[in-house]
């Protein structure tokens, strides 16, 4: 039985494929859409004639829905509009309050997901017309909007904005973590470091080992990686780059070690020290120096799968334990 978020969107499976930064491809959202959920593209920095061969690559590999990410520390009309002529069915806003974008992403026939990190971010999201919320606790990888964990933040949400679906974001990464998100008032969850796990995911392959063998605790929360994106908290693991820093005093930006350094090189130039940067599958260097976003949910990652069977895998085990609970799993 489906329930209010995945009749909206009109999938399957309240899992969203969460729209990971530089590590998003249309295979890699196709196959979570293909599998039941919401595959999602990361294209709020990308020139336009990008962001519109990315939708059509997606919509040639799947008939399903998916979304496209648009981050608002940078003007997103133009590619607003894009997406809205190639027929792109959800969009969803990060990073500060979209306002007229709403309005313009539902004349264009887009559902409109908003990311919040507290809940009165939350509540004017819906006010302006948001059709769902992601509550983004900060468990969350890379950047994270506030600083409130997921188990607090998401009933909070819930209740300031009821009727209008929330998705839970931050830790979750497997079936248990679904389950709780949805006994606490979500609608579904808003998923990334399990899937960077995926086979599908276009990440470097030393970045892929580094989260498969990382504990809980191996995560750093702060703005060290700000290069490109300054004053924009983010969680990423722990690795020599942030424990140089450290050794140093913690400097302020301008003043910290190895700083302007080349220390990579991607398909589109080089990268420097404490960039904010995600290690693709064609970057050659220090990849150990990057940015290596994670959630804290990241020790529940032990192995490489496809895309679809991470899917599957969370939703028959958030199944069985609200089946098991007594609960209708109402997906």
Known sequence: MPNAFTTLVGIEIPIVQAALGGATSPQFAAAVSNAGGLGMLALGWSLPEAVRAEIRATKA????????????????EERLAICLEEGVPVVSFFWGQAGSLTAAAHRGGAKVLHTAGGAEQARISAADGADAIVAQGWEAGGHVYGTVATMALVPAVVDQVAPVPVLAAGGIADGRGLAAAMALGAAGAWIGTRFLASIEAPIHPRYRDRILTAKETDTEYGTVFDVGWPDAPH???????????EAAGRPPAGRRPHEGAVVAKSPYGDVVAYQSHTPGSGDEGDIDALALWSGQGVSLVRRVQPAAEIVREISDEARAILARLGNDPSF
Not at 61 to 76: D, M
Not at 235 to 245: D, V
């Open 61 to 76: 590999l799947t008939k399903r829905p998916f979304g496209v990410n648009l981050v608002l520390t940078y003007p997103q």
């Open 235 to 245: 969680r990423s693991l722990r690795n020599k780059t942030i424990e140089a820093w």
